[in-house]
């Protein structure tokens, strides 16, 4: 065995109901004395509680999926305006990603509470949108300090959206097993993540207030994301980025949808990530598993449910083929990727 693994630094704080006094734990040990806190009009009753215990100096609203430029300019410069010397945000991804984008520029320090499954508070990756062409870029900036879970702050979450995002974060896993930089760690940690996925998600969604799903989901979703900013972009979040920046398509729902089509297309050919995937699930192969938690939550079954044109399916094949990671297991070509995606445009199992 020969590999090199890098691992984050961050902490990690598990706090049941008790984000208020974690993050100001955290802010202290940052010395932070003049807080800005990131979280948008709909997530300011989860933020409320935790701005109580901080000294706030600005509280930043304007939260846009995929963070504009211009979005991402003026919290800059307020930022910049209040003195502020650490950020809190409060919020899914897209919260997150603000933050991180002041941070890109300015180096201040993120204190995460993440309040969806995005994933994007364990990854130094950090992305922009400009006239609707999204740039990413890995930088170690932008890497939250510390990381704050409440599931507490998640009962709130619609079923519909913690199903898309939690099954965005099992495609963060499933992914991890053949991403470009893959390496046994990623696996272990995806392997568990993927356990507590499909031990969570269920109970989630049978009933949002289940505080112990959302933890075993968040403590999933940490792990997807760990594995999955080490492992690095596979097939399926290649074909997904392409889908989404081409069609506007939400972020999540179009993960949960490519998803089952994806693993199927690659398992035959990688076997150590199949029989990793069908352990995780409890399950006799890693496909029926998969198939079994999406009936248990009703997941996303199509793309053209989300808006994909028809036509799309043709017009995505080149940027997907030319992005296609020279290690994917599966041999992709024109035609077994048309019909891959026919397959998740019309909802086919
Ligand atoms: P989001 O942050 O846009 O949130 C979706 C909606 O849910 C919003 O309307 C939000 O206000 C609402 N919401 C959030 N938490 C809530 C709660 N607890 N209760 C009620 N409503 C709540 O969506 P997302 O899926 O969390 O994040 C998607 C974004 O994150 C995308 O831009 C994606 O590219 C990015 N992302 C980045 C990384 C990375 O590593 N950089 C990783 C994953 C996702």
Redesign the pocket.
Known sequence: MRFIHSTLPQRVVFAPGGSPQAVADETALLGARRIMLIA?D??AA?ADPVAERLPVVLRHEE?V???PVDVARRAREAAGKAGADAIVTV???????LG?AVALTTGLPVVAVP??????EA?D???LTEDGVKT?GVDAKVLPRSVVYDAS??T???SE?AV??GL?ALAHCVDSMWGPRADPIDRALAQEGIRALAAGLPAVTADSGATRGIEQTLYGAYLA?VSF?SAGSGLHHKICHVLGGMFDLP??QTHAVVLPHVLAFNAPAAPEAERRIAAAFDAADAGEGLAALRAAVDAPRALRDYGMPEDGIARAVAPVLAAVPANNPATVTEENLTALLRAAWEGDR
């Open positions: 948008s709909r997530e989860l939260v999926m995929h963070v919020g899914g991804g897209s919260t997150t990603g991180k309040t969806t499954y995005a994933g994007s990854t990756v950090w992305g990413t702050l998640l709130s979450l619609p959206l898309a995002s965005n994301a900013a972020h999540a």
